[in-house]
């Protein structure tokens, strides 16, 4: 598939068809996000591949009353989630490099499995501590993201974004590109 075709028609898939998702395309995915580049190469990420029912359901259950993935979550027949180690990963001026990284390669992962006709959703509001306790994080990692996965019963609607104008600027801050 031709990789502005992910990025344009990628959308977040919240209603899921029960189908499993093959092994060898699973590990297409994964091996997606593993190729991302890194602070350092350190690669302080480490996804994990949730099938089981109950820890499904768990795992909704530690997203917030409200939260719209919650259903997606629940049902999807695979859910990463997505952690890192903030100690293996760079911090300059108080930023926190491990975000960065754990958030390219996740999304790198979100466009190849569009690209494999498979749907997902990006969850970070979420219980920190109770999917760690379902899914057994060391302490020394921060779940930062999750996603639901699998073929989607309906297809994402498109969202808006701003306007190219607003948020690219030409050599000085505001000014269009010419
Ligand atoms: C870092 C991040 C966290 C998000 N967390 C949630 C979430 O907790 N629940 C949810 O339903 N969607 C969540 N989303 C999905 C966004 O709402 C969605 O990407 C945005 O509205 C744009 O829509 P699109 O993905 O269909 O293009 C999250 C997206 C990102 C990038």
């Given at each position: 598939?031709?990789?502005?075709?992910a990025?344009?028609?990628?959308?977040?898939?919240?209603?899921?068809?029960?189908d499993?998702?093959?092994?060898d395309?699973?590990?297409?995915?994964l091996?997606?996000?593993?190729?991302?580049?890194?602070w350092?190469?350190?690669?302080?990420?480490?996804?994990?591949?949730?099938?089981?029912?109950?820890?499904?359901?768990?795992?909704?259950?530690?997203?917030?009353?409200g939260?719209?993935a919650?259903?997606?979550?629940?049902?999807?027949?695979?859910?990463?989630?997505?952690?890192?180690d903030?100690?293996?990963s760079?911090?300059?001026?108080d930023?926190?490099?491990?975000?960065l990284?754990?958030?390219?390669?996740m999304?790198?992962?979100?466009?190849?499995?569009?690209?494999?006709?498979?749907?997902?959703c990006?969850?970070?509001?979420?219980?920190?501590?109770a999917i760690?306790?379902?899914?057994q994080?060391?302490?020394?990692?921060?779940?930062?993201?999750?996603?639901?996965?699998g073929?989607?019963?309906?297809?994402?609607?498109?969202?808006?974004?701003?306007?190219?104008?607003?948020i690219?600027?030409e050599?000085?801050?505001?000014?269009?590109?010419?």
């Amino acid at each position: 598939m031709e990789l502005y075709n992910a990025i344009h028609n990628r959308g977040s898939v919240r209603k899921y068809k029960p189908d499993p998702v093959p092994k060898d395309t699973l590990i297409k995915i994964l091996e997606a996000a593993r190729a991302a580049p890194s602070w350092a190469n350190k690669q302080c990420w480490r996804f994990l591949v949730i099938k089981d029912e109950q820890r499904k359901k768990e795992l909704a259950a530690s997203l917030p009353k409200g939260n719209p993935a919650t259903r997606a979550v629940e049902t999807a027949p695979v859910v990463i989630v997505a952690c890192a180690d903030p100690k293996a990963s760079g911090k300059l001026e108080d930023k926190d490099y491990y975000l960065l990284d754990i958030g390219i390669a996740m999304q790198q992962l979100v466009l190849a499995a569009f690209a494999e006709g498979l749907g997902t959703c990006w969850v970070a509001w979420m219980e920190e501590e109770a999917i760690r306790k379902t899914c057994q994080v060391p302490e020394d990692f921060r779940v930062v993201a999750l996603t639901p996965l699998g073929y989607p019963a309906k297809e994402a609607t498109s969202t808006p974004r701003k306007d190219l104008s607003e948020i690219a600027f030409e050599e000085t801050w505001g000014q269009n590109i010419s």
